[in-house]
């Protein structure tokens, strides 16, 4: 009888976490579905189904300070690989394959959103 409680609260627990696993809301392009879903597998649970933060937990990275020239493809993937002081490293998590096709995601993403980086200036 025990068994068959454990058994059926075991379930119950595994079905509710799999339900409330966030899911993509934006529909992409094929070319961005693999960025989708590896940031939807390492990213959404801090940062939101769709990128744009979950509570007060992690940022949200449709915003501008997010964009390119502030914040790099580079600095993106330096920041997946080694973490920050708030968001643990995910290199175990993440391959070099997800994380690129990660940021290709996020900057149609931000494009889709209607964000656009800055040009630089040219000095003269």
């Known amino acids: 009888m025990k068994s068959n409680l454990l058994l059926i609260l075991t379930a119950i627990a595994l079905f509710s976490t ?14 961005y579905k693999k960025g989708q879903n590896a940031f939807h597998k390492i990213c959404s649970n801090c940062h939101g189904s769709d990128a744009m933060g979950k509570h007060t937990q992690a940022p949200r990275l449709i915003d501008e300070e997010y964009l390119s020239p502030n914040f ?3 600095d993106i993937r330096e920041t ?6 708030k968001m643990p490293p ?7 394959e997800d994380i690129v096709e990660i940021i290709k995601y996020l900057r149609y993403s931000q494009k889709a959103a209607g964000l656009e980086p800055q040009e630089e200036e040219e000095e003269e």
């Open 18 to 31: 799999y339900s409330c696993a966030p899911k993509p809301k934006l529909e992409v392009p094929e070319k």
């Open 90 to 96: 995910q290199r175990k998590n993440a391959s070099k």
């Open 80 to 85: 997946i690989l080694n973490g920050t002081d």
């Open 72 to 74: 790099t493809d580079d």
